[in-house]
T-cell receptor, first 109, second 114 residues
């Protein structure tokens, strides 16, 4: 089956840089996207990688290496409001989208 | 305003009592899906729909039904709810199924089955 694994929790301080990893075990992978979810809220889209390499969107960057079955989300200049859960998501088949297990990021002052 | 709406937002019910959670989107999206979210398990896809009258199973379809009679609506039906269906449910819509496309999520429905 398809699975995307993430660390369950990551902690960091304001102003720091943090990397959230996503490793997957599946074949015919089409790409990786990232979502943010605050407590009590719905997931919201952050970024997408169709090809290998780094995609940058403001303070957030996402990286994909299909040969290594690995991707990560990089958050720079961390702010308290970045405390949330982060999910990677990908699909192999045309219709099915699979989400990772999620990483809870705790940002402290 | 572009949005996905779900109703109800909270529901407490008893085992075996049929229920429907409605989902509606106003973005003319073709792809819609239902997810359940449980602690430590992330978001798991229940059913998805590529277009009107086209639906298929996701990873955890047992105990659920869906229909897509209109493009904007995608209700989730629990014919005989059981306690293991207690969860947080999200409806989502997008232009397509690929991870390329941003999934727009509804606000969620917290269901408790006693």
């Amino acid at each position: 089956g398809q699975s995307l694994e993430q660390p369950s929790e990551v902690t960091a301080v304001e102003g720091a840089i943090v990397q959230i990893n996503c490793t997957y075990q599946t074949s015919g992978f089409y790409g990786l996207s990232w979502y943010q979810q605050h407590d009590g809220g719905a997931p919201t889209f952050l970024s997408y990688n169709a090809l290998d390499g780094l995609e940058e969107t403001g303070r957030f960057s996402s990286f994909l290496s299909r040969s290594d079955s690995y991707g990560y989300l990089l958050l720079q200049e961390l702010q308290m409001k970045d405390s949330a859960s982060y999910f990677c998501a990908g699909n192999t088949g045309f219709q099915k989208l699979v989400f990772g297990t999620g990483t809870r990021l705790l940002v402290s002052p | 305003e572009a949005q996905v709406t779900q109703n109800p937002r909270y529901l407490i019910t008893v085992t075996g009592k049929k229920l429907t959670v409605t989902c509606s989107q106003n973005m003319n999206h073709e792809y819609m899906s239902w997810y359940r979210q449980d602690p430590g398990l992330g978001l798991r896809q229940i059913y998805y729909s590529m277009n009107v009258e086209v639906t298929d199973k996701g990873d955890v379809p047992e105990g659920y039904k869906v229909s897509r009679k209109e493009k904007r609506n995608f209700p989730l039906i629990l014919e005989s709810p059981s306690p293991n269906q207690t969860s947080l449910y999200f409806c989502a819509s997008s232009l397509g199924a690929s991870a390329t496309y941003e999934q727009y999520f509804g606000p969620g429905t917290r269901l408790t089955v006693t």
